[in-house]
């Protein structure tokens, strides 16, 4: 299957400052990259939509001015968590598909996660 | 959309196959079924999808009940390296996100 990496694997930041979590894919070019977070015991959720070359869209109740999203190219989404505060840790997912969900047999796959800690 | 509904939790022994229910009683003609699994601290690995026909790959099978509103993902062999969550979802038409449940975890047991 294909590819997708994170990086950093998790990072630790002290409270109000950014971190940018970068996520790739690595043997095909994503049309459309998804983010996730995952609080601990609890599911995924789907926090945006981003397709290359254009804005991201938000799902309900995620700040687009506090979850950064760039899609510059068809292998890269970054995500930058601005002025991070202790109820932003949690676990950050990326996945990314070919067809921009046009294709029902299109698959997602899913980077390793990230893990932010905010102090 | 389409929602599903998996048991929270099963057993298996080492070695043994492994199937695990999911209803999905309400899904579409245009939606398929996916199943992804998470292994504790992990990203979602893909595991295997279908419309209407039974389908197999490397890892799994998945059987699909002739009226689609139910699934059976059967891992043939269960290792210990197979204990994580499995999650049963439904996607397709306007709906091109994938939506997590709570979905099963399998616990292999030696």
């Known amino acids: 299957g294909a590819v997708v990496s994170q990086h950093p694997s998790r990072v630790i930041c002290k409270s109000g400052t950014s971190v940018k979590i970068e996520c790739r894919s690595l043997d095909f070019q994503a049309t459309t990259m998804f983010w996730y977070r995952q609080f601990p015991k609890q599911s995924l959720m789907l926090m945006a939509t981003?397709?290359?070359?254009?804005?991201?869209?938000?799902e309900q109740g995620v700040e687009k001015d506090k979850f950064l999203i760039n899609h510059a190219s068809l292998t890269l989404s970054t995500l930058t968590v601005t002025s991070a505060h202790p109820e932003d840790s949690s676990f950050y997912i990326c996945?990314?598909?070919?067809?921009?969900?046009?294709?029902?047999?299109?698959?997602?796959?899913f980077g390793p996660g990230t893990r932010l800690l905010v102090l | 959309d389409a929602k599903t509904t998996q048991p929270p939790s099963m057993d298996c022994a080492e070695g043994r196959a492994a199937n695990l229910p999911c209803n999905h009683s309400?899904?579409?003609?245009?939606?398929?079924v996916y199943w992804y699994r998470q292994i504790h601290s992990q990203g979602p690995q893909y595991i295997i999808h279908g419309l209407k026909n039974n389908e197999t790959n490397e890892m799994a099978s998945l059987i699909i009940t002739e009226d689609r509103k139910s699934s059976t993902l059967i891992l043939p062999h269960a290792t210990l390296r197979d204990t994580a969550v499995y999650y049963c979802?439904?996607?397709?038409?306007?709906?091109?996100?994938?939506?997590f449940g709570k979905g099963t975890l399998l616990t292999v047991n030696p």
């Open positions: 979802i439904v996607r397709g038409g306007s709906n091109y996100k994938l939506t």
């Open positions: 996945s990314a598909e070919t067809s921009g969900g046009v294709l029902m047999t299109e698959t997602q796959y």
């Open positions: 309400t899904i579409s003609g245009n939606e398929y």
């Open positions: 981003s397709n290359e070359g254009s804005k991201a869209t938000y």
